[in-house]
């Protein structure tokens, strides 16, 4: 029997897989990426919630110290599936002006963040005009490279991956068991509900509802010579991400309540339009893909993280919505130490099931 079953092979899952495996926990992880494709491959790997000075502080405690960590989860991970370059640092900038502006520089000094007043020209020659701030200290992880660097990272620590759709998640004496859409069934002392999008489906039997929601996002992919696109360039109509090798991201829709993955023309041609806007020589290009992805929406801007209540050894990890990438690792570490009976590196009732306000 496993010490830890893990339902969910997105971002929070493999990295709560990582955290557990390094505890010496032996783990086993379901997954079901065909069915429900993960929206951790789809987004953008900007290492920064939107405009992050708008966020409570549960988020700036999960988000803040994201690029540091990543640096170093990219540098453990190196290998044939994940390179340095797939970390890029070319920090970010963020269009404001007046007080909107203000208020991002009194929350950057309040959270020791450099960041300074810059002109976009500075960052995109080629752009049009705009006044904003500069963080040059964030980047951007290319996280379907990311996902595949900790698949392999995970396999080589012994952690088991079952690719099949869990139906149901039911507490035991010790723990609990998933049941499988084989009919299998697995059990463990400890179980870990981090499905994304489709968690709540799994946590209603658990007497557990959260406003969670789907929430759909497309995105666009350029393909332009390296170096056009300087930095991660955010407006408050979207945002254009640059890979090392010249990929250019433009992102993102948002649709509540939707949760197909198929891309649709009129988001298409909003993102054109909006990429256009930031970078007009994009005019003269065809997007080289277009996708979409399910994010794990929740109507509030911080996740739920810890035991599901009522219960001994189920946890979830839920509402990630719009900032599961940066978030994750910190989320794997609190949900690790929350498991193995450690001591929290932040106050865990901000993000308990039974709570939904945060102590400040
Ligand atoms: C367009 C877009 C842009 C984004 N940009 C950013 C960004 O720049 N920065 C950022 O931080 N975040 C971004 N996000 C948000 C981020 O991608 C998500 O918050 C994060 O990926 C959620 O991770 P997760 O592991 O909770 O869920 P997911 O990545 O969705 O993973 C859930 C996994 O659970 C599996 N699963 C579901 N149901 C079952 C079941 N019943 N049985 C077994 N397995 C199951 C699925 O197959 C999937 O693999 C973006 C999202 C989108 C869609």
């Not at 920064?48 to 110290?65: A, F, G, K, Q």
């Not at 197909?260 to 256009?276: C, G, Q």
Request: charged share 20%.
């Amino acid at each position: 029997m496993a010490d830890v079953l893990i339902v969910g092979g997105g971002i929070v899952g493999l990295l709560s897989a990582l955290e557990l495996a390094d505890r010496g926990r032996e783990v086993v992880l379901v997954d079901a990426p065909s069915l429900h494709p993960p929206a951790s491959w789809a987004g953008g790997g900007i290492l920064s919630p939107l405009y992050h000075w708008r966020y409570p502080e549960p988020m700036n405690r999960l988000t803040l110290d994201g690029p540091r960590r990543y640096r170093a989860l990219v540098r453990r991970l190196a290998g044939p599936a994940l390179a340095a370059a797939d970390l890029n640092e070319s920090g970010l900038w963020v269009e404001a002006a007046g007080e909107e502006a203000e208020r991002g520089l009194a929350w950057a000094q309040d959270h020791g963040q450099r960041c300074q007043v810059a002109p976009l020209s500075a960052h995109l020659p080629a752009g049009r005009a705009g006044e904003g701030l500069w963080f040059p200290d964030v980047g951007n992880i290319r996280n379907p490279r990311m996902l595949k660097g900790l698949r392999d990272g995970l396999a080589a620590l012994g952690v088991t991956r079952v690719e099949a759709r869990v139906t149901e998640v039911t507490p035991t004496a010790r723990g609990g068991e998933v049941i499988l859409d084989n009919g299998e069934r697995l059990a463990a002392p400890t179980v870990l509900i981090s499905a994304g999008a489709w968690s709540a489906s799994l946590l209603a039997p658990l007497g557990v509802s959260l406003p969670l929601f789907p929430a759909k996002g497309e995105m666009l992919l350029y393909r332009l010579p390296p170096g056009q696109v300087r930095a991660t360039i955010l407006t408050e109509q979207g945002y254009l991400i640059p890979r090392s090798d010249g990929a250019v991201l433009a992102g993102s829709t948002l649709t509540q309540g939707d949760a197909s993955t198929s891309p649709t023309a009129p988001a298409r041609r909003r993102l054109e339009t909006m990429a256009v806007n930031i970078l007009p020589m994009l005019a003269d290009c065809q997007p080289a893909r277009h996708w979409a992805g399910v994010r794990p929406g929740a109507a509030r801007d911080w996740p739920w993280l810890g035991p599901v209540p009522g219960t001994d050894g189920i946890f979830a990890a839920v509402g990630h919505h719009r900032n599961g990438l940066v978030s994750a690792p910190a989320s794997a570490e609190l949900l690790a130490q929350l498991m193995c009976g450690e001591t929290p590196f932040v106050d865990p009732a901000d993000y308990s099931l039974e709570s939904s306000s945060p102590s400040s």
